[in-house]
T-cell receptor, first 117, second 110 residues
Framework: DSGVTQTPKHLITATGQRVTLRCSPR?????VYWYQQSLDQGLQFLIQ???????AKGNILERFSAQQFPDLHSELNLSSLELGDSALYFC????????????????FGPGTRLTVL | DAKTTQPPSMDCAEGRAANLPCNHS???????VYWYRQIHSQGPQYIIH???NNETNEMASLIITEDRKSSTLILPHATLRDTAVYYC???????????FGKGTKLSVIP
């Protein structure tokens, strides 16, 4: 158990719909990362937040957005869903090292499996 | 643009040491070598990381060659629970994102 929690575990929805995935980081961690893992693309970095602010962006589609709240939990919003968005979505967190920095040692949650029908 | 090269699969007998190689010939001076593993469809799990010295923790040992162009992850006594995909990642400190390749699928055989 990494200490990172994600809800829901499974989500089944239809094309065109919108869903929200939730992540609670480990206690004391300020950084939250989102990754997508699909069969054909492997694990891909989507976005990172540090203490409420967006820090880095990867291959995140414009239909996707995220935010980190004052209590440090994060949500990933996926809209206008397509069949190809079916994937495992992982959240990770990492502890702060020094001022406004994070290590690359990331602790991953169990993931949310999204199925778009 | 792959930064690391790993064999797609390896087998290891239970109880023996598993030695997983990784080639990172274009590694820069400020880049660390990280190893993560993913058991079935669980979230990836951090194993170990290093810059140029060999490292050991309760899970594994990391041996980095002197020229830093390759490394080996050693699981000293592999168990069936070590069956997983192992990812070798090079990343500069503070880069914030991990770039996962295809990894090595390690199968531990009874």
């Amino acid at each position: 158990d990494s200490g990172v929690t994600q809800t829901p575990k499974h989500l089944i929805t239809a094309t065109g719909q919108r869903v929200t995935l939730r992540c609670s980081p480990r206690s004391g961690d300020l950084s939250v990362y989102w990754y997508q893992q699909s069969l054909d693309q492997g694990l891909q970095f989507l976005i990172q937040y540090y203490n409420g602010e967006e820090r880095a962006k990867g291959n995140i589609l414009e239909r996707f957005s995220a935010q980190q709240f004052p209590d440090l939990h994060s949500e990933l919003n996926l809209s206008s869903l397509e069949l190809g968005d079916s994937a495992l979505y992982f959240c990770a967190s990492s502890p702060p090292v020094g001022w406004a920095l994070s290590t690359d040692t990331q602790y991953f949650g169990p993931g949310t499996r999204l199925t778009v029908l | 643009d792959a930064k690391t090269t790993q064999p797609p699969s390896m087998d290891c007998a239970e109880g023996r040491a598993a030695n997983l190689p990784c080639n990172h010939s274009t590694i820069s001076g400020n880049e660390y070598v990280y190893w993560y593993r993913q058991i079935h469809s669980q979230g990836p799990q951090y194993i170990i990381h290093g810059l140029k010295n060999n490292e050991t923790n309760e899970m594994a040992s990391l041996i980095i060659t002197e020229d830093r162009k390759s490394s080996t992850l050693i699981l000293p006594h592999a168990t069936l629970r070590d069956t997983a995909v192992y990812y070798c990642i090079v990343s500069p400190a503070g880069s914030y994102q991990l770039t996962f390749g295809k990894g090595t699928k390690l199968s531990v055989i009874p």
